[in-house]
């Protein structure tokens, strides 16, 4: 077993850590077995990057203290670089210590399938990666060569999107992208709406927008979508990069975006005149910046990589009379982990040559943090106070000078960046690198170090997980002490372990209440002051995660944008509870009736045009189900059922709508024995008690799973009487009831998607990515 040598301290490391380790980051042998330690993990990277200082120095002294250094700076959990680094550092193969690259598309056959290639390089080798589809000429463009016309960027992401699903990234999960469209290309409202019914999936989108594109919507005026290079004209000739081509009413665009948002998530957006004006890039002479990677934190030219890692800002509170951040040691982390990052930019295996030259030219390293809702519990602040953003943006602020003081002094030691005298900076003292700050997601690393993702508020202050074998409880531990200050009783510990929140609880002190407080308790508007008071202090960009209520209007996810972009954000996305929900509602048109009529005539009943029934809400272990009950008000009969949980596209929202169709179809198909309501009774008889990894609820009232749910609310529809309302006060109206099942709900922990690598219900959106916070699994 690979361990770290005699001399070395052991670590302490939660279950949760463990099981993400083993199943992710120790290395294993050919048969899968793990063959190391968490120490041996530590060890083996911490070695492999200090055995950088050999190039500029061949002191084997101070390589030995860097190892150390290093060693205990991640066994501590102050610092965690990326995962990539984690998983491949130190063992001697071709798998890359990156996460996040962007690549260069070309407006040709050539240039889009040389794209698609180095995509398949750079996800087989463990990194996601960003593209600009801006510069691919619209649909419905001439094509010379072969004299017929382009399919336009839409429809060359499915090809991406396709690639992606095949290839796994470094073997350990499916590769993540980020497209981004300019608002003013042509197609840019084909691209905000191409993941709204379900496809492109291994995708994040964002629309870039522009200064031009913002004044106009500011004075509700028009813009113009403009043309790319050499993009041929419709009366022959071609166009100059930038040439105006047609106007569009912003507002129209903004609309069309924010519809969208509300409904599936997607579009983010991220400002390019911002990015291209600032400090994401401070090389200009390259031209403007055009892409992201996956979760938009890192602006990146066309084939660049930045090396990320996070300070757990959790470990940084000097106890005393009056808890304090300890601002002299979070300096020395800080010195350490810039020195780290930028080690690893020196013996990065890079997938491809063009790559390596880009990262070498610029030198961008990507230092964030971790832990800040858990620093935030220990200081007894609210995360949507005042006094927690003022602090946000002190701590980053100073995070970003020491790293920039370290960067100048390691310019003097090693050298400044390639393209320094061509910089922002080029007056003023040389650095070695580009950038050198990123609030970058922290999904698997804040489960190893045990705290909380990111900037984020945290998620849930505890829930259970129940499995065959055994049943668990995760309880934040900062809660867990202040509980115990409290004095709450056993009776309240177990509210908040189904709850997942205080907002039931009845408890004496209100600042209490007010620190604890969740990600679906803090308003959206606080939500993206915090983005803010970081992005403030950050030279690239900030990933994080914009919460809004199911109840959330259009109208509030279009006021969550233009407050984003008031602040300062770089970008901005919004995750509405449950979006795209209504859409379920209206899966029995009429042209996908008759496609069924036709195929099953004999056998199933026609569907009447109008017909009447119950929209039932009740909690489940993967979120709050919304079942809607028809039948047929001529024979009094239920008819079908639509289930509705879980984002557009989620794995969740994907079984609840087959749910619904199977039920469907059962209650319609004719049966000379066995009328609807029976029909109904024994899908109820197969559904019902079915368990899955968590349940929600007491008594006869718990539900075992989204089966077990649905079973429970049909069962009710049935004995509620609501099939006898009679015709009159029916009149063909579809009536909505909402049921009396609060018993069933999780107000603060909805929306959990299944988790692909451990199954459970307990994969949650934070930081722009999906994360379990179970196993630990990212999406990202």
């Known amino acids: 077993m690979k361990t770290a040598p005699a001399g070395f301290r052991k670590g302490k490391f939660g279950r949760q850590a463990l099981q993400v380790l083993k199943e992710r980051y120790l290395w294993k042998d050919t048969r899968g077995r793990v063959v190391e330690t968490p120490e041996g993990m530590f060890y083996r990277v911490a070695r492999e990057i200090a055995g950088v200082e050999a190039i500029y120095s061949g002191d084997k ?22 995962s990539p680094t984690l998983m491949n550092a130190g063992k001697g193969g071709s798998l890359q210590y990156a996460a996040c690259y962007v690549l ?38 001439l094509v010379k060569k072969s004299g017929g016309v382009a399919s336009g960027p839409v429809s060359f992401m499915k090809v991406f999107d396709a690639a992606t699903e095949q290839i796994k990234q470094g073997g350990k999960r499916r590769g993540a992208n980020m497209g981004v469209l300019r608002v003013d290309h042509p197609d840019i409202e084909e691209f905000i709406s191409c993941k709204e019914s379900g496809g492109i999936t291994n995708f994040n989108i964002s629309v870039g927008l522009t200064n031009e594109f913002m004044k106009a919507l500011k004075k509700e005026g028009k813009y113009y979508l403009r043309a790319g290079e050499n993009w041929p004209k419709p009366g022959g000739g071609k166009y100059k990069l930038g ?65 990320l890692g996070s300070i757990n800002l959790a470990r940084f509170v000097k106890r005393g009379k009056k808890k304090q951040v300890d601002w002299e040691r979070l300096e020395k982390v800080v010195v350490l982990a810039v020195r780290f990052l930028d080690n690893v930019i020196d013996i990065n295996p890079f997938p491809l040559p063009e790559i390596k030259e880009a990262v070498f030219a610029n030198r ?42 370290e960067s100048e002094r390691l310019a003097k030691e090693k050298g400044e960046f390639p393209n320094f005298s061509k910089s922002i900076y080029s007056k003023g003292e040389k650095r070695r690198n580009a950038t050198v700050t990123t609030i970058a997601p922290t999904g698997s690393i804040s489960i190893i170090a045990n705290c909380s993702s990111g900037i984020e508020p945290i998620f849930a202050l505890a829930f259970r997980h129940k499995t065959k074998e055994r049943e668990m409880s995760f309880v934040n531990e900062y809660f867990k002490e202040a509980a115990r200050v409290e004095k709450l009783s056993k009776e309240v510990i177990n509210k908040v372990l189904d709850e997942g929140s205080l907002s039931k609880v009845k408890i004496k002190r209100g600042k209490f209440r007010e620190v604890f407080k969740t990600a679906h308790e803090i308003s959206w508007k606080d939500h993206i002051k915090m983005q803010a008071a970081f992005q403030r202090q950050v030279d690239n960009a900030v990933s994080k995660t914009i919460n809004l209520t199911s109840k959330a209007t259009e109208k509030e996810v279009a006021s969550a944008y233009l407050l984003a972009y008031k602040l300062g954000c770089a970008g901005v996305t919004v995750f509405r509870d ?98 609807q309501r029976e029909v109904a009774q024994l899908i109820v008889a197969q559904l019902e008690g079915i368990g899955g990894g968590g349940s929600v609820g007491f008594g006869k009232e718990r539900v075992r799973s989204l089966a077990d749910g649905i079973a429970k609310v049909i069962r009710e529809h049935l004995e509620s009487g609501a099939l006898v309302l009679g015709k009159k006060k029916l009149k063909g109206k579809t009536v909505q009831m909402v049921a009396q099942q609060q018993s069933l709900e999780i107000p603060k922990m909805e929306r959990r998607d299944i988790c692909a690598s451990c199954g459970n219900a307990t994969l949650v959106l934070a930081e722009g990515c999906a994360k379990c916070l179970t196993c630990g699994y990212s999406k990202c």
Request: aromatic share 8%.
């Open 61 to 82: 002294k101070k390589q030995e203290d860097l190892t150390r250094a290093f060693y205990e700076v991640m066994l501590d959990f102050d610092f965690l670089p990326n």
């Open 243 to 307: 040439e105006k081509i047609r106007q569009v009413e912003a507002k129209q665009i903004f609309e069309k975006i924010v519809k969208s948002a509300w409904k599936s998530g997607d579009p983010g957006l991220i400002w390019l005149d911002w990015i291209n004006e600032g400090p994401a890039n401070p090389v200009p002479f390259l031209g403007p910046i055009e892409a992201t990677n996956p979760c938009g934190e890192q602006p990146l030219y066309p084939n660049e990589a930045c090396n």
């Open 364 to 405: 961008r390293i990507g230092l964030g943090v971790m832990g800040w809702a858990d620093l935030l519990f220990q200081l007894e602040l609210a995360y949507d106070s005042r006094e927690a953003c003022a602090l946000g943006g002190k701590i980053m602020g100073f995070i970003g000078k020491k790293a920039w003081k």
């Open 104 to 141: 260069p598309v070309e407006d040709s056959i050539s240039g889009i399938l040389e794209a698609v290639k180095r995509a398949a390089i750079v996800h087989q080798s463990g990194g996601g990666t960003g593209f600009s589809f801006s510069r691919l000429r619209p649909g419905g463009s």
């Open 578 to 675: 449950g979006c795209k929900g209504e859409q379920v509602l209206n899966l029995g048109t009429e042209e996908k009736e008759k496609v069924s009529e036709k195929t099953l005539l004999l056998t199933v009943k026609a569907r009447p045009q109008r017909v009447a029934g119950y929209t039932y809400r009740a909690g489940t272990p993967v979120g709050t189900a919304f079942v809607t009950v028809n039948h047929n008000g001529e024979v009094d009969e239920p008819l079908e059922v639509f289930v509705n949980v879980g984002r557009a596209g989620s794995d969740v929202a994907a079984d609840a709508e087959a749910m619904g169709r199977l039920i469907s179809l059962c209650l319609r198909v004719t049966s000379p024995h066995f009328s």
